[in-house]
């Protein structure tokens, strides 16, 4: 895809990025949707450094297609623990569960302290649009959810998290938990996501916008309609916290919007804005920092098991190495 931008806009897409010799918008925005894109995919293949006494299942399924699988990073003896549900994000076209940037600092942080973390790929554009992502999604919680006691999960102690394009699938959840109950689901604790900036899809779509947006939401009024967390929410939920990058122009604004309704509606929600990237948001959760204390305040009140293991400091790594299980 960067490749082929790359030629269609020519040398000239480089020189786009400065305004004085005036080149076209449009070609500017291939080349910086290109740049975004291929920067994800660079990060996406970074290795993750895991510390020792994790138990790694890679690939376990939930569907037929090669994407729909998910890996589970888990303490050797956990027993009932709480797990985190992570999904990535990368403009609903790219993107990998096992990603640096996704796994890394969250399994050092929360594995160790006795939490189980399980990661989740799904079929990705143009394979799928968001609403069957999304569905992949909800089928992947119905099978970790089935699963969890082999790890040592409590099924009923699953905290969703997701960032950016994933952090727009949990939120479609949590605004219609319906698409996961309906298949099997048992209701999460509560949702964490991390700079979606896709709260509002018809505003997105009637607003300037990057064109990585119409690749994944098209032109159909009615399409954005039923893949905007803000217009399918219309009744309580579970606990809801909204990160957003209070650098960005969209994503804290939406942020609030969709906080705001969900609390008139009941729902226990808040947002927490962060002076971090959009990147940041993601990589840094789970460093020792203000942002990872703020998050896990919320997640201290979702249940009072998983305030146990936060709140537990004597809780230390065991020596085992690390196991992988295929």
């Not at 993750?48 to 399924?61: M, N």
């Amino acid at each position: 895809m960067f490749r082929w931008q790359m030629m269609a806009c020519g040398v000239l897409a480089v020189i786009a990025l400065t305004p004085v010799l005036g080149v076209q918008p449009a070609c500017a925005g291939a080349f910086r949707d290109a740049l975004m894109q291929r920067r994800a995919a660079a990060m996406a293949q970074s290795s993750a450094v895991l510390p020792p006494g994790i138990r790694v299942v890679r690939d376990v399924t939930y569907g037929s297609d090669p994407k729909q699988r998910f890996d589970v990073y888990a303490p050797m003896q956990a027993d009932h623990a709480p797990v985190i549900f992570m999904v990535h994000g990368g403009a609903w076209a790219i993107g990998d569960k096992a990603a640096k940037n996704v796994i890394e600092n969250k399994v050092a942080r929360w594995v160790p302290r006795g939490f189980i973390l399980v990661s989740v790929n799904y079929r990705l554009l143009p394979d799928a649009v968001p609403r069957q992502q999304a569905q992949d999604v909800a089928q992947a919680l119905v099978q970790a959810q089935r699963q969890a006691m082999e790890w040592g999960g409590d099924r009923e102690k699953f905290i969703l998290m997701g960032h950016s394009a994933g952090a727009h699938l949990v939120d479609l959840l949590a605004a219609q938990p319906s698409i996961a109950l309906q298949r099997g689901a048992t209701l999460w604790l509560g949702t964490v996501s991390l700079d979606s900036a896709s709260l509002n899809v018809v505003q997105t779509m009637q607003s300037r916008h990057p064109r990585l947006y119409d690749r994944a939401f098209g032109s159909d009024p009615a399409v954005w309609q039923a893949v905007s967390p803000l217009q399918q929410l219309h009744a309580p939920g579970a606990p809801f916290l909204a990160v957003c990058s209070s650098r960005r122009a969209d994503s804290c604004p939406q942020a609030h919007h969709f906080v705001d309704k969900a609390t008139r509606l009941g729902t226990r929600a808040q947002v927490l804005e962060q002076d971090l990237s959009h990147e940041e948001i993601n990589q840094q959760l789970g460093t020792p920092s203000s942002y990872t204390a703020q998050v896990e305040a919320f997640m201290r009140n979702l249940d009072p098991a998983v305030a146990h293991l936060l709140d537990d400091q004597a809780r230390q790594l065991s020596a085992l190495p690390v196991v992988i299980s295929r």
